[in-house]
C-alpha cells in the first residue's frame, strides 16, 4: 500500500494544486482515465469545504490529503481540524455570522461530493472531520519486452 500525504496552508489557491496531485496520483494508482475529471472534481470541493471550515472556525492548521494506493482500490482522504459541535451548540472558535447558511452551503458540498464518487465516508468529531472517497482502480500493465 502505497501512500502520498499532501499538507497545505487553508488557502482558497492551494485547492488547484491538491486536485491536479490527486489526478496525477489516481493515474498512477490505475484509475479509469473516464473517471479522473470527477476524481479532480470531488478532490477540489472536498479541499474547498475544508479550507472553508478552517478559515471560519480561526484554524491555522494546514489541510491535510492522503492519496491511498492499495491493491484494487484508490481513495483520497481530505482532513480538517474544525470542531464538530453537537446540533444547536456553537463550535468552539467559529466566528459564523450565519451559521444556517454555511450548514446549506456545507450540506451542497457534501451531495456533489456524493454525486461524483459512489464509495464515500464523511467522519466528524470535536477533533475535526474527514471526507474519504474510494474509486476501483486497475494495477498498471507492464509494458512488453
Do not use: Y
Not at 472556525?57 to 482532513?79: N, R, Y
Not at 450540506?107 to 475535526?128: C, F, P, R
Amino acid at each position: 500500500m502505497a501512500t502520498v500525504e499532501l499538507r497545505f496552508s487553508a488557502l482558497p489557491e492551494h485547492v488547484r494544486t491538491a486536485r491536479l496531485v490527486a489526478a496525477a496520483v489516481a493515474r498512477r494508482a490505475g484509475v479509469d482515465e473516464a473517471v479522473l475529471d470527477e476524481v479532480r472534481l470531488a478532490v477540489g470541493e472536498a479541499c474547498t469545504r475544508a479550507v472553508g471550515l478552517h478559515q471560519n472556525g480561526g484554524i491555522t492548521a494546514p489541510v491535510k490529503v492522503l492519496l491511498i494506493e492499495e491493491e484494487k482500490q484508490f481513495s483520497i482522504e481530505v482532513g480538517d481540524e474544525a470542531p464538530r459541535a453537537a446540533p444547536g451548540d456553537r463550535a468552539p472558535g467559529a466566528a459564523a455570522e450565519n451559521p444556517d447558511a454555511e450548514a446549506e452551503e456545507d450540506e451542497m458540498g457534501l451531495a456533489v461530493i456524493s454525486g461524483l464518487v459512489d464509495d464515500v465516508e464523511v467522519t466528524a468529531g470535536e477533533h475535526g472531520g474527514s471526507i474519504r472517497m474510494t474509486w476501483p482502480a486497475a494495477p498498471p500493465i507492464a509494458p512488453l519486452p
